[in-house]
C-alpha cells in the first residue's frame, strides 16, 4: 500500500508550481500551447502538462565591444547597452529559441549597420538621435518574438590613437581661436572708450592736467618714487587751480 502512495504523492508535488509576480508559466499538454498562466499557484495535469516560466522584468543586455568603420572611413570601437522586456510570454517561448541570444545578435548587428550610416562628428554630436534609432530598428526585428527594447544607449567610444591627438590639437587651435577673439573685442572696446575721454578731454584741456596729478599721485604712492614737474607744467596746474577756484565761487 505504502509503495503506491509514494508515486501519487510525488507526482502530486511534481504538479504544483508556483509563479511569482514577475514571472508568467506557458503550459503545454502534450506538447501543443494551452496558453499563459500565473501569477500565483498552478495546478498541472501530471507527467502530461509541462511549464515554461518567462520574465517579465525589464533585462539589461550589454552589447560587447566592436570594430565598426564610419561613413567617413574611420574606424571606432563601440560598446553598448540594450533594455528590453517580454510583453507577450507565449511568443518569446514559440516563435523563438532563445530571445536572449536572439536580441543580443540582433542588437550587434543593428549597432554596426547604423553606426556605419554616419560620419564621426555626427556620432559625436547626435548620440541621443542615434540611440533612438538604433532602438527602433531593434525593436521592429523583436515584435514578432514577443520582446519590446526600451532603450539602448551608447556607452563608449574608443577612437584611434592618431585621431584623438588630431581631435585634441583641433581643440587647442579652437580655444586659441576664441581667445585672439575676445583680447580682440577687448582692445576695440578700449579704443572705442579712450577715443570718447579723448573727445571730452579736448573740449576741456584742464581735464587732462588734472588727470595728470591723478596719476602722479598714484605713482608717489611709494615713498622712494621721485617726480620731476617741468615748469611748464606747473603754470599749467596753476590756471587749473584758479579755473576750479573760480568755479567754487560761482
Given at each position: ?225 621721485t617726480i620731476i614737474f617741468p615748469a611748464q607744467f606747473m603754470s ?15
Open positions: 500500500m505504502w509503495f503506491l502512495l509514494i508515486p501519487v504523492i510525488i507526482l502530486l508535488l511534481m504538479s504544483v508550481k508556483v509563479v511569482k509576480e514577475y514571472d508568467r508559466g506557458v503550459i503545454f499538454l502534450l506538447g501543443r500551447c494551452k496558453g499563459v498562466r500565473g501569477p500565483g499557484l498552478i495546478l498541472l495535469i501530471p507527467l502530461l502538462e509541462r511549464m515554461t516560466k518567462v520574465t517579465l522584468r525589464t533585462i539589461t543586455m550589454g552589447i560587447p565591444s566592436q570594430k565598426i568603420i564610419t561613413k567617413d572611413n574611420v574606424s571606432i570601437d563601440i560598446a553598448a547597452v540594450a533594455y528590453y522586456n517580454i510583453i507577450d510570454p507565449q511568443k518569446s517561448v514559440i516563435a523563438i529559441e532563445n530571445v536572449y541570444d536572439a536580441v543580443n545578435q540582433i542588437s550587434q548587428t543593428t549597432v554596426r549597420n547604423v553606426i556605419g550610416q554616419f560620419e564621426l562628428d555626427q556620432l559625436l554630436s547626435k548620440t541621443a538621435d542615434i540611440n533612438t534609432k538604433i532602438k527602433n530598428v531593434i525593436d521592429l526585428h523583436t515584435e514578432p518574438w514577443g520582446a519590446q527594447v526600451t532603450a539602448v544607449e551608447i556607452k563608449d567610444i574608443t577612437l584611434p590613437e592618431n585621431m584623438q591627438r588630431a581631435m585634441a590639437k583641433e581643440a587647442e587651435a579652437e580655444r586659441e581661436r576664441r581667445a585672439k577673439i575676445v583680447a580682440a573685442e577687448g582692445e576695440m572696446q578700449a579704443a572705442k572708450k579712450l577715443g570718447e575721454a579723448a573727445d571730452v578731454m579736448s573740449k576741456h584741456p584742464v581735464a587732462l592736467q588734472l588727470r595728470t596729478l591723478q596719476t602722479m599721485a598714484e605713482i608717489s604712492v611709494e615713498k622712494n618714487s599749467t596746474v596753476q590756471e587749473a587751480v584758479k579755473l576750479m577756484k573760480a568755479d567754487s565761487t560761482k
